[in-house]
């Protein structure tokens, strides 16, 4: 039988920041959302990326088990957005599992979920989990699909007791208002499987990718969030 393979847009093989410990952050091809901030526009095309297999991915994951082992470390599978290719990540976190490496899916959990992005979380030991915005109509607005998807799929790893992050990018003028961060706190609150919050401020470190597609930034003209609208984030989300 012809092994499946996945869409990869990029790699990182020794990333601190999307999940405990040292990890190996495979990077996804296709996004079904256009956040304005986004700072990986070219993964939004389905088309693009590189096909790669499973076993490909493993050969090369198995190099770095050292540092997964010193570091309580592990493989994280990001995008674009891996719940376009659900079928994919499942046989490649069955595959980790088999290796007790430790799994991570970074997700906008932004599509209906359906019976195969159940089995996928069947084998994922950590979700982080970015809510776009808490306002359904300021989401629509910021990345062009509505949050209903997005809270539903909070609502699921709760229900079946799966371990989240919840992150949220702090962009001046559009996810900074204290209504919307009070009604988010509300939301966490309400969930009793949240390990940890992120506030990731706004950067626009990703802005040359638009432009090497000769398209202008939505957001060229915001400033990043300054240290005090970060501090009064933080505070209003306990962080």
Not at 97 to 105: D, F, M, P, R
Not at 120 to 128: A, E, K, R
Not at 177 to 183: A, I, S, Y
Not at 218 to 233: C, F, M, R
Request: hydrophobic share 35%.
């Amino acid at each position: 039988m012809e092994e499946i393979t996945g869409k990869i847009h990029s790699v990182e093989t020794f990333g601190t920041v999307d999940g405990p410990g040292i990890r190996y952050i495979l990077f996804l091809q296709g996004c079904p959302l256009r956040c304005k901030y986004c700072h990986n526009r070219d993964t939004w095309d389905i088309n693009g990326g590189k096909n790669r297999t499973v076993s490909e991915i493993i050969k090369e994951i198995k190099r770095y088990t050292p540092y997964f082992n010193s570091s309580n470390g592990g493989v994280t599978v990001s995008g674009g957005e891996p719940l376009l290719q659900a079928n994919f990540v499942t046989e490649l976190f069955k595959e980790l599992h088999k290796l007790n490496i430790h799994t991570a899916l970074d997700t906008s959990g932004s599509l209906p979920i359906t019976d195969e992005i159940k089995e996928l979380l069947t084998h994922t030991d950590l979700v982080l989990l970015d809510i776009k915005h808490i306002n359904d109509e300021k989401a629509k607005a910021l990345t062009c699909v509505s949050n209903k998807n997005n809270l539903d799929f909070a609502k699921y790893l709760n229900e079946n007791n799966i371990p989240v992050w919840i992150r949220q990018v702090l962009v001046p003028g559009y996810t900074d208002d204290e209504h919307d961060l009070n009604e988010l706190k509300k939301f966490i609150d309400s969930l009793s499987n949240v390990k940890k919050v992120e506030l990731l401020p706004y950067h626009k470190m990703g802005e040359f990718k638009w432009k090497d597609l000769g398209i202008d930034a939505p957001l060229e003209d915001i400033a990043v969030p300054t240290k005090d609208q970060i501090d009064k984030a933080k505070k209003i989300l306990n962080i």
